[in-house]
């Protein structure tokens, strides 16, 4: 495909504003359920710390401005989603939510500008050894960074906590971003693995949600008529909540009485005498 700086460009930005706004989705999820239950913080924490490489590799390789952004607004709004699960998901206070987030994006940002500045030299003088390392740590970080989600979604049955908006726009967000490169004068093979895993990885998920979520709704719904049928067949036994059939029976309570507050009857005594005859 011949290069084309405009169309590489364009792409490239419409890839950035959807990594830009793809977490959002998830953090306003989040803040309005107040819940971050089923979503890994895990998951947040390594794609906050994957825009180190990435943000490295892109500097270093001078991609297209809206690539070389994509890194840090990732990292951001990976962080502020890490800092939510500290505070919703671990009680942490609103405070030390805050400071773990600053902590986490001062220290990345400043390891990124170390990085970049080490690494240089070498590229300058044609050694490419140093840039491949860190694009394709990248990939891995994006990669091993879902095996906690999937874990979640395995051990529920069904994707929970997660913004299907959020997985939609980041997988979009990796599509754009490849198309742009397609349009590079040489095509960057490690940033396309990067951005083609977040497609491929992102759309297992919405797989899963397709097929697990329908069958997880109907599993609790034949659960829920179960435990109907159940309580049907346990108040025609005459049971009462919180008193054992043994119990119930002792009582003297028949269902009838039950239902309709009759006072339980008391075994008469069996002998006039008053001593064995008292209650």
């Known amino acids: 495909m011949p290069a084309n700086a405009a169309a590489e460009n364009a792409l490239g930005t419409i890839g950035t504003v959807c990594w830009t706004v793809q977490i959002l989705p998830q953090i306003w999820k989040s803040w309005r359920t107040k819940s971050t239950e089923g979503l890994s913080e895990w998951l947040v924490l390594l794609w906050g710390f994957s825009g180190v490489p990435l943000g490295v590799y892109a500097i270093t390789q001078n991609l297209n401005i809206p690539l070389i952004l994509q890194p840090q607004f990732f990292a951001t709004l990976s962080y502020i989603s890490w800092a939510q699960c500290q505070h919703y998901g671990r009680k942490r206070s609103k405070l030390t939510s805050?400071?773990?987030?600053?902590?986490?994006?001062?220290?990345?940002?400043?390891?990124?500008?170390?990085?970049?500045?080490?690494?240089?030299?070498?590229?300058?003088?044609?050694?490419?050894?140093?840039?491949?390392?860190?694009?394709?740590?990248?990939?891995?970080?994006?990669?091993?960074?879902?095996?906690?989600?999937?874990?979640?979604?395995?051990?529920?049955?069904?994707?929970?906590?997660?913004?299907?908006?959020?997985?939609?726009?980041?997988?979009?967000?990796?599509?754009?971003?490849?198309?742009?490169?397609?349009?590079?004068?040489?095509?960057?093979?490690?940033?396309?693995?990067?951005?083609?895993?977040?497609?491929?990885?992102?759309?297992?998920?919405?797989?899963?949600?397709?097929?697990?979520?329908?069958?997880?709704?109907?599993?609790?719904?034949?659960?829920?008529?179960?435990?109907?049928?159940?309580?049907?067949?346990?108040?025609?036994?005459?049971?009462?909540?919180?008193?054992?059939?043994q119990e119930f029976t002792g009582a003297g309570v028949t269902v009838a009485q039950a239902d309709g507050g009759i006072e339980p009857e008391r075994d008469k005594p069996e002998t006039d005498d008053p001593e064995k005859g008292q209650v």
């Open 98 to 245: 805050l400071i773990m987030f600053i902590v986490a994006v001062v220290f990345s940002a400043g390891l990124e500008v170390g990085m970049v500045y080490a690494i240089k030299p070498a590229y300058h003088h044609g050694n490419m050894h140093a840039v491949q390392f860190f694009g394709i740590l990248s990939s891995v970080l994006i990669a091993l960074a879902l095996i906690p989600q999937y874990w979640e979604i395995y051990i529920r049955k069904e994707v929970v906590g997660l913004s299907v908006l959020f997985i939609l726009v980041d997988m979009l967000g990796g599509v754009f971003s490849d198309l742009s490169l397609a349009f590079k004068e040489e095509f960057d093979v490690v940033a396309g693995v990067t951005y083609s895993l977040v497609v491929v990885m992102d759309g297992v998920i919405l797989i899963a949600a397709l097929i697990l979520n329908p069958m997880a709704k109907r599993r609790r719904k034949r659960l829920a008529a179960e435990a109907v049928s159940h309580g049907a067949t346990a108040e025609g036994a005459g049971e009462i909540p919180g008193m054992s059939p």
